[in-house]
C-alpha cells in the first residue's frame, strides 16, 4: 500500500532564516505531487505541484520554492523566512493515471511558525 | 475561477443527531471528493464520487453526486464525538485535472 511521509512535524523558525521541508512517498510511482498550506481555521492553498522529476509548476508568487529531485521525493524550501510564510504545510500525492480525476491522498502536516 | 461554496460553514451539534452538509458550485464538476480533517493533521478521503447522481456510504457516511453536476452532498448518521472536525469536498479543475478545487469547509462540533 501507498504511504506519504512528512516531516518534520513541527518546526519553530526565526524571520529570515532558510527552510526546508520533505516529503517522500511510497510503493507507487511517478506519482503527482503537491504541496499545500493552511492557515489556522482556513481551507487548503495549492502553492506547488509537480507531474514529474525536475517538473514544478508554481501557483501563487511567494518566496517559497519548491523541488523533486527524486520520483517520490518533493522538497518545500526557502532561502529568507517571512512572518506570513506561518501555517500548517501539507503534501500530498495522486496515482497520475490519464484517466484523471485522481483523489489526493495528504501526509500528516508540518506546522510552521516564524518568530 | 473556479470555486466550491460549502455550508453551512459550521454546526454545532448534539452527539446523536444527523448531519447534512453541502457543496455547490457554478460549473460542473466530473468527480467529487470528499474529506475529513482532524485538528492538527491532513485531510483524510472519506467518499469519491463518479457518476452524476451517485449515491455512496462508507459506514455512517452518505455522500451523493447531484444530478445537474454542481453539487454534492454528505450526511453523517448518529454523529459521535470523533465526527468533530473540518469537512471539504473537492473536485478537479476543468482545465487541468491533475489539480483539485478545495471547497471552503464545514467545521463540525459534536456535544456529548
Known amino acids: 500500500s501507498q504511504t506519504i511521509h512528512q516531516w518534520p512535524a513541527t518546526l519553530v523558525q526565526p524571520v529570515g532564516s532558510p527552510l526546508s521541508l520533505e516529503c517522500t512517498v511510497e510503493?507507487?510511482?511517478?506519482?503527482?505531487l503537491y504541496w499545500y498550506r493552511q492557515a489556522a481555521g482556513r481551507g487548503l492553498q495549492l502553492l506547488f505541484y509537480s507531474v514529474g522529476i525536475g517538473q514544478i509548476s508554481s501557483e501563487v508568487p511567494q518566496n517559497l520554492s519548491a523541488s523533486r529531485p527524486q520520483d517520490r521525493q518533493f522538497i518545500l524550501s526557502s532561502k529568507k523566512l517571512l512572518l506570513s510564510d506561518s501555517g500548517f504545510y501539507l503534501c500530498?500525492?495522486?496515482?497520475?493515471?490519464?484517466?484523471?480525476?485522481?483523489?489526493?491522498?495528504f501526509g500528516d502536516g508540518t506546522r510552521l511558525s516564524i518568530l | 475561477g473556479q470555486q466550491l461554496n460549502q455550508s453551512p460553514q459550521s454546526m454545532f451539534i448534539q452527539e446523536g443527531e444527523d448531519v447534512s452538509m453541502n457543496c455547490t458550485s457554478s460549473s460542473i464538476f466530473n468527480t467529487w471528493l470528499w474529506y475529513k480533517q482532524d485538528p492538527g493533521e491532513g485531510p483524510v478521503l472519506l467518499i469519491a464520487?463518479?457518476?452524476?447522481?451517485e449515491l455512496t456510504s462508507n459506514g455512517r457516511l452518505t455522500a451523493q453526486f447531484g444530478i445537474t453536476r454542481k453539487d454534492s452532498f454528505l450526511n453523517i448518521s448518529a454523529s459521535i464525538p470523533s465526527d468533530v472536525g473540518i469537512y471539504f469536498c473537492?473536485?478537479?479543475?476543468?482545465?487541468?485535472?491533475?489539480?483539485?478545487?478545495f471547497g471552503t469547509g464545514t467545521r463540525l462540533q459534536v456535544f456529548p
Open positions: 500530498a500525492w495522486s496515482a497520475a493515471l490519464d484517466i484523471g480525476n485522481q483523489p489526493q491522498h
Open positions: 510503493g507507487t510511482s511517478n506519482p503527482n
Open positions: 464520487l463518479y457518476k452524476a447522481g
Open positions: 473537492a473536485g478537479p479543475g476543468a482545465y487541468n485535472t491533475d489539480k483539485l478545487i
